[in-house]
T-cell receptor, first 116, second 113 residues
Framework: GAVVSQHPSRVICKSGTSVKIECRSL??????MFWYRQFPKQSLMLMAT?????????EQGVEKDKFLINHASLTLSTLTVTSAHPEDSSFYIC????????????FGQGTRLTVV | AQRVTQPEKLLSVFKGAPVELKCNYS??????LFWYVQYSRQRLQLLLR??SRESIKGFTADLNKGETSFHLKKPFAQEEDSAMYYC???????????????FGQGTILTVHP
């Protein structure tokens, strides 16, 4: 199956700093990638849809100035958590679908962000 | 608004027993339904989707539009089935909408020896 890789797997940062999370499709091109957030013992919540070459589409309630998404190439999307605060601590997961009509989304392994 | 509900957070069965993980959904159009599984320390992976009507690892799920349900079933559970299971919905609009998923809360299945 197709592989999606996230980096880093874990990151600890100080409050007020920014942290960037990368999501790469290793063996396929992904015009669209998706970013999810998962709180402990809760479900995955879609944050935004990342579109290659254009602006991301954010879900209601997600601050686009806080969670900057860049999709500069067909294999890379980045999520930057700006001016991080402890409440931003969470598990962030990306997914991607090959092509434009495939019905399966492939997920990254997730990134555990801890803001201290 | 679309919503997916998995009423059971935890489900325990013994090896060889039947198992059913419940999933109900709310969506005004014609949804695409999926079951994703997450084994310990691994990433989410697709288990099955209603449109392909296939059986994967002995699991099946039938979409019941009347009851708006998509329950996951397996007649004889195995220890290696222990995992977190998520039911997910995609509002079909073609192409990339399949990646835009609404997840249920997840059910942790434990199969005891």
């Amino acid at each position: 199956g197709a592989v999606v890789s996230q980096h880093p797997s874990r990151v600890i940062c100080k409050s007020g700093t920014s942290v960037k999370i990368e999501c790469r499709s290793l063996d396929f091109q992904a015009t669209t990638m998706f970013w999810y957030r998962q709180f402990p013992k809760q479900s995955l919540m879609l944050m935004a849809t990342s579109n290659e070459g254009s602006k991301a589409t954010y879900e209601q309630g997600v601050e686009k100035d806080k969670f900057l998404i860049n999709h500069a190439s067909l294999t890379l999307s980045t999520l930057t958590v700006t001016s991080a605060h402890p409440e931003d601590s969470s598990f962030y997961i990306c997914s991607a679908i090959p092509g434009i009509s495939n019905t399966e989304a492939f997920f990254g392994q997730g990134t555990r962000l801890t803001v201290v | 608004a679309q919503r997916v509900t998995q009423p059971e957070k935890l489900l325990s069965v013994f090896k060889g027993a039947p198992v059913e993980l419940k999933c109900n959904y709310s969506y005004s159009g014609s949804p695409e339904l999926f079951w994703y599984v997450q084994y310990s320390r691994q990433r989410l992976q697709l288990l099955l989707r209603h449109i392909s009507r296939e059986s994967i690892k002995g699991f099946t799920a039938d979409l019941n539009k009347g009851e708006t349900s998509f329950h996951l079933k397996k007649p004889f559970a195995q220890e290696e089935d222990s995992a977190m299971y998520y039911c997910a919905l995609s509002g079909y609009a073609g192409g990339t909408s399949y990646g835009k998923l609404t997840f249920g809360q997840g059910t942790i299945l434990t199969v005891h020896p």
